[in-house]
């Protein structure tokens, strides 16, 4: 009787020493499951991280676009705070591929309107180009002499935003210079005006023409957004 009972007690442990040996490869497998799912991960993190750098490079295009490029031999004096920077033009206008630029369009003032104590002059921009384009927006306006030193502020926005206006070559479009006559306010009159210094909407190059010798009183120097035509 002993002599069957040892090899039944021999074979029941090496049962047993199976069964866990089983279980350890079993368990070791899922550990080394787990660690090629973790590397996975982390592998995938710096793809997040270069993407979320991305405006930090748009920022920079942004500020370098704020430069001002003067044309017809005007130029800004530096420091002038009554002159302009390309970002007082409408932004909502510089993603149109079609957007008239200073390089395809001429400008010159038209008629001045004067009536109840207001004077009112249009900014028409002429696209000389040989393509359509369009006009959007508010310009950037200032009023300057010839050694480019800046005469008061800048022009205010005056009214709303409008709609985009499609040029063909040869057209027009306007925008409107506001100021009040002398007297009209006690706030002194500034002095003659010689250039316009304009950007065009949403244009980061400028474009000037002769003022006419137009003064601003009142405190009161506006523009409106562009308009398609000029006025009669």
């Given at each position: ?202 244009s980061k190059e400028s474009m000037t023409t002769h003022s006419g010798g137009l003064r ?17």
């Open positions: 009787m002993s002599l069957t009972s040892k090899p039944l007690g021999r074979g029941r442990r090496v049962a047993a020493g199976s069964l866990i040996a089983a279980t350890a490869l079993t368990l070791s497998a899922c550990q080394n499951g787990t660690d090629s799912s973790s590397h996975s991960s982390s592998a995938a993190a710096p793809a997040t991280s270069t993407a979320s750098s991305a405006p930090t490079s748009g920022n920079s295009a942004q500020s370098s676009g704020n430069s001002t490029h003067p044309s017809n031999g005007a130029r800004p004096s530096g420091g002038s705070k009554g002159v302009p920077n390309a970002s007082q033009a409408d932004p909502s206008a510089m993603t149109e591929s079609d957007r008239c630029t200073a390089a395809n369009m001429s400008l010159h003032l038209g008629r001045t309107d004067v009536g109840a104590g207001n004077i009112r002059v249009p900014l028409v921009f002429t696209n000389k180009g040989k393509q359509a384009c369009s006009l959007r927006g508010f310009p950037g306006v200032s009023l300057i002499q010839r050694d480019g030193s800046g005469i008061g502020e800048p022009a205010s926005r005056e009214g709303g935003a409008g709609g985009a206006v499609q040029l063909q070559p040869g057209q027009s479009a306007h925008a409107v210079l506001h100021t009040v006559n002398e007297g009209v306010s006690d706030i002194p009159c500034w002095k003659n005006s010689q250039i316009v210094f304009v950007y065009p909407p949403g601003v009183c009142g405190g009161t120097f506006t523009v409106t957004t562009v308009a398609a035509g000029v006025p009669s």
